[in-house]
């Protein structure tokens, strides 16, 4: 095993991030974090160009977000993505 996945919690209790990026830096291994967004945008009536813009600032706060936790729990020699 060369990493460990870790899929990043969507809820305001987060778990899974830190504890990962602990067992995986007692292992020595690296970390691949994979964070998901979902927002039901088909409802919302826009021009496309503004509903690009939208789906491009939800996932630009969530990766922002994620990489904030894993900023705070990782270990200064861990290698760490954000996928």
């Given at each position: ?5 870790v899929?990043?919690?969507?809820s305001n209790?987060f778990f899974?991030?830190?504890?990962c990026l ?10 691949d974090?994979v964070?998901?967004?979902h927002?039901?945008?088909?409802y919302?009536?826009g021009?496309?160009?503004e ?12 990766e922002?977000?994620?990489?904030a936790?894993?900023?705070?729990y990782?270990?200064?020699e861990?290698?760490?993505?954000l996928?």
């Amino acid at each position: 095993m060369s990493k460990v996945l870790v899929i990043a919690d969507i809820s305001n209790k987060f778990f899974a991030t830190p504890r990962c990026l602990e067992l995986a830096a007692r292992i020595g291994q690296g970390v691949d974090v994979v964070a998901f967004v979902h927002a039901p945008l088909k409802y919302l009536k826009g021009k496309p160009a503004e509903m690009e813009a939208i789906r491009d600032r939800l996932l630009a706060d969530r990766e922002a977000e994620v990489q904030a936790r894993i900023d705070k729990y990782r270990k200064p020699e861990q290698k760490v993505t954000l996928k």
